[in-house]
């Protein structure tokens, strides 16, 4: 472990854990990046996408191309994650490429709000589709019960929740190819055609569809999840790498299934500008065939509410480890690198519940994702960019594995990247700018640390 140094090198890292204290296998990994990327945004934005574009073609090409941008982000990240392997994720990169603040700057947003504003929203959209089923049920109590929980079940020890990570990312699984396999048996084919035709190239082309994709890349958000523990990660050389292609890859899989399966079996007008498709579209599978006594749309919102419940684990899971790095590295933070007896990294874990609850009681989570999309590709554009740099800085660092397709790859998700970035500054100016300014809060947090250790 170092301490916080500014004159900082990657020759200075701190040391990779010893393969004994690493507990994570290739399958929980994996299943880390599942549950982190399948959230509700699949069920929720084909409604606004078939409002501007009518063809089955073009429309599973969006999430084919949110597919291809997110592969071609793993691979940089499967390229930095073996070479340098140690949780933290863009924090640790960051710190190690460019400059400690660099890195600091992305940990400060993750600690804050990246990891514990969609744990909130998750828990309040959990409560609120276990609610249509049970109406008697408060949203909010339910949400927050789940997240006590989940963090309660990750403070034991890192075999419990890895177990519980892996059940519950197999159920979601497991009811996603439920319902593509209903929607083959049960639902009522429509007449869409999924062949390429001459009129695609202009709805490729179309404001539509490059709206639609950016919502699209954000659906797929969390293929970089497995290394935030990667400290915990069996030989991360080789598994790192291919827990990230193989969740990603398996997501985009499930991600062009469910969509063709909506397509496939519900009336575009039905969900055009709607925001529920997946209750719409299950609705249409299973009329008047109710599964386990649940109508279709009551059996949708069970499916997500359960769903759900792997994707915060996955992030209550993921975040305190990048909070526990910064207190390794910088003295000022040193408590919240504290374990139990286990190993985890609890004073981390009791921190981000404190901000999931505040969040969830003071309304205040859907204010802070407005803006915290720019921040987050930002940061995950410079990491990419890290691929470059630190070949060019760092050319004798070993890297176990390099990225495949180098350099076309993570050139394709700079582009794409840089593509979202303007766009968002320019559809929602205030909001971005309001990410610009949650990271730059934290530079008087840094400096006041910085002084303090040389003193």
């Known amino acids: 472990m170092t301490g916080f140094n500014p004159s900082h090198s990657i020759d200075s890292a701190p040391v990779a854990a010893p393969e004994t204290s690493r507990q994570v296998t290739l399958?929980?990994?994996?299943?880390?990046?599942?549950a982190n990327m399948i959230g509700i945004g699949v069920f929720t934005s084909l409604g606004f996408q078939v409002a501007g574009i009518q063809s089955g073609f073009s429309l599973l090409l969006l999430w084919l191309a949110g597919g291809v941008y997110a592969l071609c982000g793993a691979l940089a990240y499967g390229e930095l994650g073996a070479s340098m392997p140690r949780s933290g994720g863009e924090y640790h990169f960051l710190s190690q490429i460019y400059h400690p603040v660099i890195g600091f700057l992305s940990g400060w947003v993750s600690v804050t709000v990246g990891f514990a504003a969609p744990i909130a929203l998750m828990a309040i959209a959990l409560g609120t589709y276990f609610a249509k089923v049970f109406p008697s049920a408060d949203p909010t109590i339910i949400g927050l019960v789940v997240v006590l929980l989940v963090t309660l079940i990750h403070s034991q020890n890192l075999k419990l929740g890895s177990s519980f990570q892996q059940i519950f990312?197999?159920?979601?699984?497991?009811?996603?190819?439920?319902?593509?396999?209903?929607?083959?048996?049960?639902?009522?084919?429509?007449?869409?055609?999924?062949?390429?035709t001459n009129a695609d190239f202009s709805q490729i082309m179309?404001?539509?569809?490059?709206?639609s994709l950016v919502y699209v890349t954000y659906s797929y958000s969390g293929w970089n999840s497995a290394v935030y523990l990667a400290s915990e990660v069996k030989s991360p050389e080789k598994n790192l790498p291919r827990s990230l292609l193989l969740g990603t890859a398996i997501v985009m899989v499930l991600y062009l299934l469910i969509n063709f399966i909506f397509l496939y079996t519900t009336p575009i007008d039905l969900m055009a500008g709607k925001l529920e498709v997946g209750y719409i579209a299950a609705d249409q599978i299973f009329k008047g065939n109710p599964i386990l006594g649940f109508p279709g749309a009551e059996l949708m919102a069970l499916f997500i509410s359960l769903g759900l419940v792997s994707s915060i684990s996955s992030m209550v899971w993921a975040g305190p480890r990048v909070t526990q790095s910064i207190g390794e590295d910088i003295p000022f933070f040193q408590i919240l690198a504290k374990k139990n007896r286990s190993g985890v990294p609890y004073y981390a874990l009791l921190l981000q519940l404190a901000i999931v609850i505040a969040l969830v009681i003071m309304k205040q989570f859907e204010t802070v994702l407005a803006y915290l999309e720019f921040t987050l590709i930002l940061s995950s554009f410079l990491t990419v960019l890290g691929v470059f740099v630190s070949r060019f800085r760092f050319p004798d660092l070993p890297r176990p594995y390099k990225t495949w397709g180098y350099p076309i790859t993570p050139l394709i998700f700079l582009a794409m990247s840089v593509w979202v970035l303007v766009f968002l500054l320019q559809q929602k100016p205030m909001e971005s700018l309001a990410g610009l300014?949650?990271?730059?809060?934290?530079?008087?947090?840094?400096?006041?640390a910085s002084k303090q250790k040389l003193a």
Do not use: R, W
């Open 27 to 34: 399958f929980t990994a994996t299943c880390l990046v599942i």
């Open 169 to 196: 990312t197999l159920l979601k699984i497991l009811l996603i190819l439920f319902l593509v396999v209903a929607g083959f048996t049960l639902g009522t084919g429509q007449e869409i055609s999924f062949a390429p």
């Open 206 to 211: 179309s404001a539509p569809f490059a709206i």
């Open 437 to 448: 300014g949650t990271i730059l809060l934290g530079l008087p947090l840094y400096f006041i």
